[in-house]
């Protein structure tokens, strides 16, 4: 009889991917898959171990298994992911119920890890972080309408405040006919948008012929039979070039919203934060992208009291953002991780930065109330991803909308609407932030 195995994924939708990769060799390998972990005979945590929350998320979750295990309710505990590579033989000796611990160089192998561990072994794995990328399968666990698609593993960039080339290894691109063969496979079971991620999109390619490829690999994804979407994440803006952009620009498929993480606007932060821009290169770079991609929803992330952030440095961010008004900002408490430079650097008192990042989400709020008003008289395609019986509403997914990150679009139909399909809908009003309409059929 086959073991039974179920899998928590937490973090980024790189971990996700990885996730999904780690349930294929399982299933490939005669292990049952559970979307429940009880009644599993081992259960799965694969880990986010960036910040300070994040960490602190993963350990709930190992806890909560720990005491279902002592329950008799679930067999075996393995932690798999960053925290796992971070923190190595810290969390087998600080939580004995964990059964066994694979690191983010060891994911090919969690079929045998498995397998020992459910053999009673105590396994303790740490591959080559900085090994090319391994090809392997999926079983998504995304609606089936879309899927992440990842390009490349680990980072070069070395920000002083990030952690993660040391958990994730260096940048590896992994090979264009690759990532175009996954795509046509996800093409053909179904999905419609495809969401490239890697932790530098903008980067892909320079380890591969030192020259950005990532517009020839969007042209590609563009000519792929049934994808409808491709929304590209996480845009290093000192890599994102004219060609890039004017890929961006000319391919319908792609939509015009971009996820361009700055983190800072101040001079001083973003040089101390080894970030290679400057404040006048980033406010050109949005000027540019506003005029050579008409309607473009930029979003960023942002992260308040970083080392050197005094009340002037926190003031022009703020007026950056009142003059450049971009519709998407998530902003983030400076979380000191050890092992980084900005960890030994001074730095606001965290009751301080959580002021700033307050202030900035009820700054943005008014932003974005703004755009979405905006909206109101426009014609919107819509991704269907639900019903809701609560209001009686159909909820999807604009151009302008994220799946887990942004707000979604409420619409009535006169037809049934088949979740995953594309609907015109006619924004009439806003309600709480999100647009409402109605879907628009011809005759």
Known sequence: MAHTVSMISLGCAKNQVNAEQMLFRLQEAGFHVSGSPEGADLVIINTCGFIDSAKEEAISHILQMAQLKEAGLVGKIMVTGCLAQRYQSEILQEMPEVDGILGTGSYYNIAAAAKQVLEGELV????????????????????????????????????????????????????????????????????????????DTSRYGMDLEGRHMLPDLLHGLCAIEGIHWIRVHYLYPEDMTDEIIDAIASEPKIVKYLDIPIQHINDLILKRMN?????????????KLRERIPGVVLRTSLITGLPYEDDAAFTELCEFLK??????????????????????????PREIAEQRAAYIENLQASIMDEYSLGLIGE???????????????YYGRS???SPDIDGCVWFTSEKDVEIGSFVPVFIGEMQDGDPVGAAVWGN
Do not use: W
């Open 275 to 287: 970030r290679r821009g400057t404040k006048a290169y980033l406010e050109a770079l949005f000027r």
């Open 379 to 393: 014609t919107l395609e819509v991704l269907c991803e639900g019903y809701s019986e609560e209001n009686g509403l």
């Open 124 to 199: 303790e794995e740490y591959g080559d972080i900085d090994a090319p990328v391994d090809e392997t399968g999926r079983i998504l666990t995304t609606p089936d309408h879309y899927a992440y698609l990842t390009i490349a593993e680990g980072c070069d960039n070395r920000c002083s405040y990030c952690v993660i080339p040391k958990l994730r290894g260096k940048y590896r691109s992994r090979s264009m006919d690759d990532i175009l063969y996954e795509a046509r496979i996800l093409a053909a079971n179904g999905v419609k948008e495809l969401i490239v991620v890697a932790q």
């Open 323 to 348: 003059e450049f008004r971009l519709e998407r900002v998530g902003a983030f408490v400076f979380s000191p991780q050890e092992g980084t430079a900005a960890a030994k650097m001074e730095y606001p």
């Open 399 to 401: 151009f302008a909308d």
